[in-house]
Every structure is written in structure tokens, then in C-alpha cells.
């Protein structure tokens, strides 16, 4: 790479460095400073590259206002198991005015889009549920802009439904309530207006400013009416992208089709992705063979938030990795190679996250928020760490329990504090074994505690410390 960009050869350039001592091979990295050295001593020029000049990180600026038109809104369908995601994501696909009459097929490729009597559309995510939400969202894909949470009448608010709400919290994300199976006769909608208070979630009919609608996913009612909301949750939010761009997107779901090799489902989230567009996408590159919609029908282009199949990589890419359309193949095959060379790099050198490196991180942004997740053995051990946190705060940095739980440390866990940068604090509990593997992945800080006053002393001694002595 230093070779080339000095356009030297890159056999030269590993002879003068054994000659400087250093035996390394054609593919190795080096640090900077040797890398200075090394340039001089062919004496050229040393420009600093940043990473960003090899890579292409998504491109952050943002589109002239008068670029922007408006979006279909993405939504994201949670709640506890058996409450019915499954069952009212297949009903409001239902909706639909164009499947059945364009003959398509309803296929699943991780998200559809409805269109509406009135020709608007709105973009569902096929996987329910908060793990893959705030994974995505770990890995940078903040793709849904709005949360149907779904609460089984008969059934009342439960775990996952608790978990749904403060991971929805923590993204910052509206949501509206689905009180579903209102056609059961055990069913109660009330109650779980009612309960939903004790979860700071206040409905419109509890004075509120949260949106909630009754439905059956099984008999079919109300769906018109959550749709409706779902629109004017939109509206308020004036959900706007430029289509005239070279698209960028997030990939939702991919996988290695025997018959049609590495096909990676992508929402668009601005520009408009077309057939020949060369692309990179994770640590791989390609070029557009063929782009598919839900309902199995080849499209010629796909704007924002549409969500389509894109056919011609490389290889295979993970849900969370971003597609950007770049300008040349050479260009997409660089950035992919960059990538696939720090993701190596990565894997090898990577140190877990302290409570301490946390607390720096917050220093240099300023930032007075101190998210944890908090699990512990029962619900008075909980109430009381929750309790004894908040107590610590000061006006300079304030805790902020994202999620307080009972059991071991799970999977979903650790997404959460992840993708908010928190460490975990576990009271005479521990991680499972999925969850300590994510958690070093993602270099999230797992810290036990057996006594409660050591895990406040340890908090409390970490935030003084990094607001110094005045404070
Ligand atoms: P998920 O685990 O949240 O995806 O829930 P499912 O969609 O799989 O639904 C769980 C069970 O509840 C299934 O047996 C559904 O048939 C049933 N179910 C879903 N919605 C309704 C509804 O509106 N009314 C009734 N009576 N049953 C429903």
C-alpha cells in the first residue's frame, strides 16, 4: 500500500527496512513513525492520510435542504413471545394495494413495504423483536424510525415487552402501542394502559402523549386504524432523504444463495440504488446485478427506504454493514481490501473496555450521562442498586439506567449496553457464555459485584475521579 502510493517497489521498501532492523514481510503493517522514517529515506514527501481517505466512511454530510423529499417511515414491530409480531406483520403485509394485483410472490427478504389506498408506503422490518433492533443499531445501523411495541391483551406486560420499551428508550425511538388480540374474551386493554404507567409510558388516553390502537392480527381489526398512526407519527417527524444521490443503505439481512451466490437485502436510507452501480459493501465490493423487491419482482432502481435484494458481490456481508455506491471498481475493490485488512487487525489486537476508558470517553465529549445496565438476582436487589445510583448522581454526571433487570447477563444484554456505549453491572449474577463472547466482541465492560456497597464505591470513586478534584 506504502509502496504504491510512493510508487516505489514494495520490494525495495521491505530491503531498506531489514536493512533499518525491522525483518517484515510485504503485507505487514507498520506503525507511523516507521512509516515517516521510511518515506524520507526514499525521499519523498510525507502526507498524512487519515483512515477516511482509504476508507470511505459513510459520508456524514448532509443534503442541501432542497434536495430532500419525503420518506416512507421504517418501522420495527416488538414485544414479548406469543404477543402476536409475527401475526400482525403478516396482516399488515395484508394491506398491501399492489401485492396480489402486480402477481407477485410474497417473498422474505427481511423487510416489506406497503402500499397504501392513498399511494403512500410504509417500510416494515421482518425481524421482530429488540435484539436485532438494537444489534443493528450497535453495529451504526439506525435504520427504524419508528416502534410498534405489540402487548397481548390477554396477557398484560411481560419481560420482553419491559426489555422493548427501555431498548426503544435508549434508541430514542417514538412508539406506538398495539393491544393485540382485543377479540378474546379474556382480553382487557385497560389494564395494560394502566400497567404501562408503571414503565413511564403514558398512552393518549391516560393523558399522554404515546399513540395506542386495539387490534386483532387475527381477525384483522384495527390495522387501518394502526396504520393511520403510524402515518401521522411520520408526519410529525417529517421523514425526508434526496433521492438524486448515489445510494448509500444498511444491509438488514444477508445470506449465500446456492443458485445466485451472496444476495444481501439493503435499505436504502438515501440516494437511489440502480442496476450497474459499482459498490462497496462491508469489507466486500460489487457491482449491481439485479435488484429484487419483497414481492419477487426485478426492479431497475430503489430510492429511499425501499428495501431490496441486491444480487452481484463479492461476498457475503453481515446485517449492520452500510452500501455506499462509489465512482469506480478499482476505487470499491481498495476500500473493501482496507477493510478487510482492519477487521483482521481487529480481531488480533483488540483490549476489552474498562469502566475507566468509559469515563474518559465521557470527559472528552462533555457528556454528563453515565448509561449502565444493572442485572441482579432479585427485584428488591434491583430496586435497591437502581435507588443508590440514581442517589450518586451529581449535577455534573448523572447516571442513566437504561435497563434494570432480574437473571443472568443475556445476550440481548449486552446489545443494549453496547450499542450505547454502558458498561453491565451484575449483582450475584453472571454473563452466559453467548453473552461474554458478544461482550468482548463489542468490548463491552462486564463488572460483578457481591456487595452492593462495593459496586457504589467503585461507581462513585470512578466518577470523581474523572471529574477531578473541584468537583
Ligand atoms: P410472536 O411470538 O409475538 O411472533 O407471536 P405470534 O404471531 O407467533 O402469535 C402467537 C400466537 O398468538 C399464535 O398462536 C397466534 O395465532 C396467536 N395470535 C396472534 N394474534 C392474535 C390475535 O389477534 N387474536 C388471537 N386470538 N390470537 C392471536
Do not use: C, W
Request: aromatic letters at 2%; zero cysteines; hydrophobic letters at 40%.
Amino acid at each position: 500500500e506504502l509502496a504504491n502510493r510512493m510508487a516505489e517497489r514494495g520490494a525495495d521498501l521491505v530491503k531498506t527496512l531489514f536493512k533499518m532492523g525491522m525483518p517484515v514481510t510485504m503485507t505487514q503493517t507498520i506503525d507511523q513513525d516507521t512509516a515517516e522514517l521510511l518515506v524520507t529515506e526514499f525521499g519523498h514527501n510525507i502526507v498524512r492520510v487519515s483512515d477516511s481517505d482509504v476508507d470511505l466512511a459513510m459520508d456524514t454530510t448532509e443534503d442541501a435542504p432542497d434536495t430532500l423529499q419525503p420518506r416512507p417511515p421504517v418501522v420495527t414491530i416488538m414485544g414479548h413471545v406469543d404477543h402476536g409480531k409475527t401475526s400482525l406483520l403478516d396482516a399488515l403485509r395484508g394491506t398491501d394495494v399492489v401485492r396480489g394485483e402486480a402477481g407477485g410472490i410474497t417473498q422474505h427478504i427481511g423487510a416489506y413495504q406497503v402500499t397504501l389506498k392513498d399511494k403512500s408506503k410504509v417500510t416494515f422490518l421482518d425481524t421482530p423483536g429488540h435484539e436485532a433492533f438494537t444489534a443493528m443499531r450497535a453495529r451504526g445501523a439506525d435504520v427504524t424510525d419508528i416502534v410498534v411495541l405489540v402487548v397481548a391483551a390477554d396477557d398484560g406486560l411481560m419481560p420482553q415487552t419491559i426489555e422493548a420499551i427501555n431498548h426503544t428508550k435508549a434508541a430514542g425511538k417514538p412508539m406506538i402501542v398495539a393491544i393485540n388480540k382485543v377479540d378474546k374474551h379474556d382480553a382487557n386493554p385497560q389494564r395494560i394502559r394502566e400497567r404501562l404507567l408503571e414503565h413511564d409510558v403514558q398512552v393518549e388516553a391516560m393523558g399522554g402523549e404515546t399513540q395506542d390502537v386495539e387490534v386483532s392480527a387475527l381477525k384483522k381489526t384495527g390495522l387501518d386504524t394502526l396504520i393511520e398512526k403510524i402515518q401521522l407519527q411520520a408526519e410529525l417527524m417529517e421523514l425526508t432523504a434526496n433521492p438524486d444521490r448515489p445510494a448509500e443503505g444498511s444491509v438488514v439481512e444477508a445470506k449465500l444463495d446456492k443458485g445466485r451466490g451472496p444476495v444481501a437485502t439493503v435499505l436504502v436510507t438515501r440516494g437511489t440504488l440502480k442496476v450497474g452501480d459499482v459498490f462497496v459493501i462491508g469489507a466486500e465490493s460489487g457491482k449491481v446485478r439485479a435488484l429484487v423487491d419483497d414481492k419477487g419482482r426485478q426492479m431497475k432502481t430503489a430510492g429511499p427506504s425501499m428495501p431490496v435484494e441486491v444480487l452481484g458481490m463479492s461476498g457475503t456481508p453481515s446485517a449492520g454493514d452500510s452500501l455506499q455506491v462509489v465512482e469506480s471498481e478499482a476505487r470499491a475493490r481498495e476500500v473493501a481490501e482496507y477493510r478487510q485488512s482492519v477487521l483482521l487487525q481487529k480481531r488480533t489486537t483488540q483490549a476489552p473496555a474498562s469502566l475507566e476508558s468509559m469515563f474518559s470517553a465521557l470527559k472528552a465529549n462533555q457528556a454528563i450521562e453515565y448509561p449502565l445496565v444493572v442485572k441482579a438476582d432479585t427485584q428488591g436487589t434491583v430496586e435497591a442498586i437502581v435507588a443508590s445510583i440514581n442517589k450518586i448522581s451529581t449535577d455534573l454526571i448523572r447516571a442513566r439506567v437504561l435497563h434494570a433487570g432480574v437473571g443472568g447477563i443475556t445476550e440481548s444484554d449486552v446489545t443494549l449496553a453496547g450499542a450505547s456505549g454502558a458498561p453491565i453491572i451484575g449483582f450475584h449474577v453472571r454473563a452466559n457464555a453467548k453473552a461474554r463472547e458478544i461482550a468482548e466482541r463489542q468490548k463491552v465492560a462486564l463488572k460483578y459485584y457481591d456487595v452492593i456497597y462495593d459496586l457504589i464505591d467503585e461507581i462513585r470513586a470512578g466518577m470523581a475521579g474523572e471529574l477531578g478534584p473541584e468537583a
